[in-house]
């Protein structure tokens, strides 16, 4: 187990990360939107991957980026990466893909502070306070407003629960990703680190797409752009952001974050491609926002 790491000085970048992360996070549907009608999603994740993991790599050799020296700190930034990108972002997209509705899937992947807040206790001897569990709980009622509206809108073959255990799969990946991370690997280089994580994460993922789907891809414009902005933006930018907030904060903080990202994807939504945006929805990311603010005061 790794000691924690020493505390920082606080410098006027440490507030702009956490809504520099969001703003970059909620932009994953992004590529799930003009990417996955041309490859299925564990396909279009293994390429995302590959293509990671080449940029990384590259820029890790050429930058001298030092290596982990021990064999189980190898293992315990591969074990958190496999949770956090593959697990998660697998369930996600397999979900989106079978036809769950987006707002049951940001409701389901909405309950990750939760669970991290119940981990964080046992498992890293964070005190979770009351104005916190407020906070939390006030985050998840924003976010089921925000997607209220959005609760049986594309719904599509399939029984719902088939389309909800890969999205709860994403739930139970993305919490013990970040729980295991903090308590096991909180500090490592972004470069090798970005690598170390996606290669078991290229391997799984690709095996069960060989193994499940057709592996074809059209390489449309809309599927190019798709995978450039899951590479760059999400990959390199979102990703290195979350492991330098969860190398400096406490699980909790981080995880409360993901309560905005709902929220914030509408926002976009409504601004890039004209989703309706009710009143309610207003109202809840108002509670959201608070709700988060309460969670990591």
């Known amino acids: 187990m790794n000691t924690p790491s020493p505390p ?16 970059l996070w909620s932009t994953g549907f992004i590529g799930a939107k003009f990417g996955l009608p041309s490859a299925e999603p564990l396909t279009f994740l293994s390429v995302r991957y590959a293509v990671v993991l080449l940029l990384m790599g590259a820029i890790a050799v050429l ?58 206790g046992v498992l890293l001897g964070e005190r979770v306070r009351p104005t916190q569990w407020a906070g939390l709980a006030m985050g998840f009622a924003g976010v089921g407003l925000v997607v209220a509206h959005k609760m049986v809108a594309g719904h599509s073959g ?24 903090k308590r096991f690997c909180p500090s490592f280089d972004l470069r090798t680190g970005s690598v170390i994580q996606f290669l078991p994460c290229l391997a799984v993922t690709g095996l069960l797409a060989h193994q499940t789907e057709t592996m074809q891809i059209r390489w449309t414009s809309d599927f190019v752009f798709a995978l450039a902005w899951l590479v760059f933006v999400l990959s390199l930018g979102a990703v290195s952001l979350l492991n330098v907030l969860i190398r400096r904060g406490s ?23 004209g989703e309706t945006l009710t009143g309610l929805a207003l109202l809840g990311m108002g509670v959201a926002v608070f709700g988060v603010w309460l969670a990591r005061r």
């Open 251 to 273: 699980a909790v903080n981080v995880a409360s974050l993901f309560y905005l990202t709902p929220p914030t994807t509408a926002l976009f939504a409504w601004a890039l491609f």
């Open 158 to 181: 399939g029984t719902l629960t088939t389309m909800l255990v890969p999205a709860v799969l994403a739930l139970l990946g993305i919490t013990a990703g970040t729980l295991y991370q």
């Open 8 to 23: 920082h000085p606080a410098t006027p970048w440490d507030r702009l990360y956490p809504l520099l992360f969001v703003a």
């Open 63 to 120: 930058s001298g980026a030092p290596w982990p020296r021990a064999p189980k700190e190898w293992f315990h930034i591969g074990v958190a990466g496999l949770l956090v990108h593959a697990v998660y972002l697998g369930g996600v997209f397999s979900a989106i893909a079978l036809g769950l509705p987006a707002g049951i899937a940001a409701l389901v992947v909405g309950l990750q502070p939760v669970l991290t807040a119940l981990g964080a």
